[in-house]
């Protein structure tokens, strides 16, 4: 690598590490849901959001319209019968949307849980709790610096991988909404804190 290149790395380094300590500075929330699947009709079946100093502000599971599919269930672990007493999401919204009024959210893949928040949303025909994040996920790709020429992006890595890569423990309930999102936490305050 040219001393150009070193350069510029470390330029990029810097500047990732700059934004992570302004995020944490904000104080923010961190949010993840776990759904029902990828798709267009999909919908959030357990959301999660922790606050800046690690607390647990929201940990709820909800009954989507739609069954749990067997392959969602195999990633999170979640099936229908979990739900079937749980709140729906029209119920939920309300405490969802006052815990993020007015705060910085961060969100380890942002596009993807906004996505979902907002279909569900459309859903049950209620408002939508957040129309923007900062994304952890984006930002950790630029840090790790492995290009994608197909995609002309940074290559993402999956939460479990980052949080690998950097040396932070994997909890052993990872893709529950509330270790994800306390995952993201931990991720965004190491890029923060390190030099």
Not at 10 to 17: A, C, F, G, M, Y
Not at 164 to 171: C, E, S
Request: aromatic residues 4%; charged residues 25%; positive net charge.
């Amino acid at each position: 690598m040219s001393a150009d290149a070193c350069a510029a790395a470390e330029t990029l380094s810097e500047r990732v590490r700059r934004i992570a300590r302004g995020w944490v500075a904000r104080r923010p929330v961190y949010l993840d849901t776990e759904t029902t699947g990828l798709g267009k009709d999909d919908e959030v079946v357990e959301l999660a959001v922790i606050g800046h100093d690690g607390a647990v502000l929201v940990n709820a599971r909800c009954r989507p319209l739609k069954p749990i599919p067997p392959a969602a269930t195999r990633v999170h672990g979640i099936a229908d019968s979990d739900v079937l007493r749980a709140p729906t999401w029209s119920e939920l919204a309300g405490e969802v949307g006052r815990v993020l009024a007015d705060r910085l959210v961060v969100i380890y893949n942002a596009d993807f849980d906004l996505r979902i928040l907002a279909q569900t949303a459309r859903r049950h025909r209620c408002r939508r709790p957040l129309a923007g994040a900062c994304c952890a996920m984006k930002l950790y790709a630029a840090l790790r610096g492995d290009w994608d020429g197909m995609r002309g992006d940074y290559r993402w890595q999956t939460l479990g991988a980052a949080a690998a890569q950097l040396g932070l423990d994997v909890p052993a309930d990872l893709h529950s909404a509330r270790a994800d999102a306390e995952l993201t936490r931990r991720l965004l305050v190491h890029l923060a804190s390190a030099r």
